[in-house]
C-alpha cells in the first residue's frame, strides 16, 4: 500500500549537480520520516539524510553536511535530495526510505525504494 519510486540519477561528470527525487504514493502512509541512503559499489548501505514530514527538520551524515540538502515537497507527496560539487566517491545507488520517526539507521526503515543509480565521472 505504500511505494517509494526514486527517480533523477544518471551519468553526470565531477563538480556537476542533480537532484534527485522519492515519490510517495499509498493513502495508508503514515510514517513522519524520509531518509536517503546510498551504496557504493562494494561498500555497505549508509545513511546521507533524514527530514521530516511534518516540520521539516533534518539531520545530515557528516559527509553530507554542506553538499547535500534534502527536502520536501507536501502537496507532491515527493521528496529531494540536492547534491553539489558531485564526486567521484558519491558514485552509488541511491535509495529513499520511510521511517516512523528521524533516524539513520537502516533497520528502522520499514520501506524502501528500488534506488536511482548516480555515476559520477572524473
Known amino acids: 500500500q505504500v511505494q517509494l519510486v526514486e527517480s533523477g540519477g544518471g551519468l553526470v561528470q565531477a563538480g556537476g549537480s542533480l537532484r534527485l527525487s522519492c515519490a510517495v504514493s499509498g493513502r495508508t502512509f503514515r510514517r513522519s520520516a524520509m531518509g536517503w541512503f546510498r551504496q557504493a559499489p562494494g561498500k555497505e548501505r549508509e545513511f546521507v539524510a533524514v527530514i521530516s514530514w511534518s516540520d521539516g527538520s533534518t539531520y545530515y551524515a557528516d559527509f553530507a553536511k554542506g553538499r547535500f540538502t534534502i527536502s520536501r515537497d507536501n502537496a507532491k507527496n515527493t521528496v529531494y535530495l540536492q547534491v553539489k560539487s558531485l564526486k567521484p566517491e558519491d558514485t552509488a545507488v541511491y535509495y529513499c526510505?520511510?521511517?516512523?520517526?528521524?533516524?539513520?539507521?537502516?533497520?528502522?526503515?520499514?520501506?524502501w525504494g528500488q534506488g536511482t543509480q548516480v555515476t559520477v565521472s572524473s
Open positions: 526510505a520511510a521511517a516512523r520517526s528521524i533516524t539513520a539507521v537502516a533497520g528502522l526503515y520499514d520501506y
